[in-house]
């Protein structure tokens, strides 16, 4: 595939994964639309085939990503409605952490 057309299908394919994390709260399915929304990312990514190379960056970001999150959450700095949570980390956060960073391209795709 074109690097252009893989680019702009990329950037398609996030926002529409994006917008799934951050409304998910105001949709109807306020927890299946962020769910929704990673596995779109998750098969362009397959497709793409480059999950292998996203995989260590996506654990490391998760493990700092999660803590933090739930630290800022904690101390009152960050405050959201109830919605299912992890570690105090709103579900929806969490996901959106890792679209992030597994739909990160890779080195070798970028140059």
Known sequence: MNARVSFVLDLIVFQIAWFCCVLATKTPFPELAPYLGVA????????????????????ACLLIGIPGDAFLVKVQLLHFPPYPNLFGSPLWMV?????????????????
Do not use: G, K, N
């Not at 779109?40 to 654990?59: H, M, T």
């Not at 959106?96 to 140059?111: C, D, F, G, M, V």
């Open 40 to 59: 779109l990312v998750l098969i362009r990514v397959l497709w793409a085939d480059r999950f292998r190379a996203s995989l260590p960056f996506l654990i």
């Open 95 to 111: 996901l959106l952490l890792s679209l992030i960073h597994i739909s990160e391209p890779t080195r070798q795709e970028a140059i």
